[in-house]
């Protein structure tokens, strides 16, 4: 029996441990590939290595294929390294060519769009499949001038090694090996990191191993065993990641699966439902797109500017979630009340975060959200308010009746205007609009009395009055 072990990289590091019986030796050997062979993808799909432990060619991705290494000795094909993993699948037409004359690997599809496997200068003369799942390509010397293992994708595997800001980034999903969203990476202070692939800051990494060794030549290695560990440019052994503890099938680095930052998208926060993490929106706010959580969540109105003010809001808040920092105002020792209002007051603010006491007035998006019970934390948000009494005394609200007026017309929802009152629509859409002609700040648009009455009457056409405010603006 023998335990074999990878790391692979998913918002977080996850071990697992693989028990194949005598499928692996300690002992590395070689299945050699010659120039001139190829691989189809529903021929001879793949080359194995000698334990047929690992295969390198093509395996099924989507509606097509890809080119990679996998594990082919054990029923479930797990794929631990991608040759361009975000080139689109190929079809089953494509031909993997080793070829002669170009002394490299060259992918060809029907379309006659060759790609490269491997980045290479064309001396090489024979490739090998190795049982540590490491694809070789030599020289005629013997010498070794490319490997799969120094260019990871998200996987690591014992005796793999990770130089310094050499990253293992996260597949989309288990089944779509393109470049996702986390990213494991050594950074040059020895410190092993996890942050979203697009955006490291002190913010943003979600684990650290927490360790400064300030050196930037250590490596990051995986043993046999499945020790992982940091060695320093003498080989010796500065850290033990997995530090001895026993672990059977699977290692992962957190218990909250809501740890790692940008798995929800702007403007939603991050869930943890019994095992399986969920995003929810901002209040508010909708997702962008249905189903697809990195793609965030959206409000359904525009803002507007501080110098126009026509829209009514409220506020609404989300408890115990946080929120990565980006306020442009901190109010200190404030109440909750204090904060809600002092974001209802200000123009500007679309969000304001409240602990403790301080209150960071925010704008738009909200990001790397997620709930946290313990946190205390609470989120005011800003929404759009279904209308509050005006009192028509006051000019200002006088404007926002009449814009208020405009927009139940334009969404067709004159119903909102009268309340519970039962009034014949046709009959209220006549006078709503007639309304709307006679209040034109311009009197020369405003209809003659005579005309008010054919229109109410229903007489005449009424045309499609325009926006009051709009129309000022315009003049
Ligand atoms: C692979 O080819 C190399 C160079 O020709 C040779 O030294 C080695 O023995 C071959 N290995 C196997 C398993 O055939
Ligand atoms: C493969 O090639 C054959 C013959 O050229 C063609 O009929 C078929 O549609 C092709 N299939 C795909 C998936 O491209
Ligand atoms: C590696 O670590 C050992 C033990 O701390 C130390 O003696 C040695 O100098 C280090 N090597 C380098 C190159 O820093
Ligand atoms: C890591 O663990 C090994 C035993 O598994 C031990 O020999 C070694 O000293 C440890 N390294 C450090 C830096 O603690
Ligand atoms: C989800 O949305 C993101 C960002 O909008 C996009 O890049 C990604 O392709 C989408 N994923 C799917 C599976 O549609
Ligand atoms: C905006 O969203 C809210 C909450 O989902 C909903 O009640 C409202 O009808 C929406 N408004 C518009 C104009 O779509």
């Known amino acids: 029996m023998h335990r074999d072990s990878f790391l692979l990289m998913h918002s ?34 793949s080359w194995l290595s000698k334990s047929g432990l690992y ?37 089953a037409n494509s031909t993997l060519l080793f070829s002669a004359a170009e002394g490299r690997l060259v992918l060809q599809t029907p379309q006659g769009q060759d790609t490269y496997i491997a980045d290479i200068s064309p001396t090489v003369s024979y490739a090998s499949m190795l049982d540590t799942g490491n694809f070789v390509l030599y020289d005629s010397d013997g010498g070794l001038t490319w490997q799969s293992f120094a260019h990871p994708t998200d996987t690591l595997l014992p005796t793999q090694r990770l130089v310094v800001e050499m ?29 979203p692939k697009d955006d490291r800051t002190v913010q943003t990494i979600y684990w650290t191993s927490g360790i400064n060794e300030l050196d930037d030549k250590l490596i990051l290695t995986l043993a046999e065993d499945g020790n992982l560990y940091l060695v320093n440019a003498t080989g010796f052994n500065v850290w033990n990641v997995t530090d001895g503890q026993v672990w059977s099938v699977l290692w992962i680095n957190s218990d909250d699966r809501c740890d790692p930052k940008g798995l929800c998208g702007l403007n939603s926060f991050c869930v943890s439902n019994d095992l399986e993490p969920g995003c929810n929106c901002l209040p508010g706010f909708a997702p962008v797109i249905q189903g697809n959580w990195t793609s965030g969540c959206e409000r359904n109105f525009t803002s507007e500017s501080c110098k126009k003010k026509g829209k009514k809001y409220s506020i609404r808040a989300e408890d115990n979630t946080i929120w990565v920092e980006d306020s442009y105002s901190v109010l200190l020792q404030t109440s909750k009340e204090d904060c809600s209002k002092a974001c209802l007051d200000d123009c500007n603010c679309e969000a ?34 279904y209308r509050k009494k005006l009192d028509q005394s006051l000019p200002e609200d006088q404007v926002i009746l009449e814009e208020w007026v405009y927009e139940c017309f334009e969404d067709g929802e004159l119903g909102q205007l009268v309340g519970d009152e039962e009034v014949e629509p046709k009959q209220l859409e006549r006078i709503i609009k007639v309304a709307l002609w006679c209040i034109l700040d311009e009197p020369s648009l405003r209809p003659s009395m005579k005309k008010v009455l054919l229109m109410l009457e229903g007489t005449v056409d009424i045309p499609t009055p325009p926006n009051p405010t709009s129309f000022i603006s315009t003049i």
């Open 167 to 195: 990253p293992l980034i996260s597949s989309v999903s288990k089944t779509d090996q393109s470049t996702g969203t986390f990213s494991l990476t050594l950074s040059g202070d020895g410190n092993l990191v996890q942050y």
């Open 352 to 385: 304001a975060l409240y602990k403790d006491g301080s209150c960071k007035k925010q704008r738009l998006p909200l990001k790397y959200g997620r709930r946290s019970s313990q946190s205390g934390s609470i989120a005011f948000i800003k929404i759009i308010c």
């Open 55 to 91: 295969a390198f060619g093509f395996y099924q991705r989507g509606n097509g294929y890809s080119v990679g290494v996998f594990l082919a000795g054990i029923p479930e094909k797990t794929v631990v390294w991608t040759a361009n993993r975000d080139d689109p699948p190929v079809s």
């Open 12 to 45: 977080f590091i996850i071990f697992f441990v693989l028990s194949i019986s005598s499928l692996a030796t300690a002992q590395q050997r070689h299945f050699n590939v010659s120039l001139g062979s190829s691989l189809t993808p529903t021929k001879t799909s």
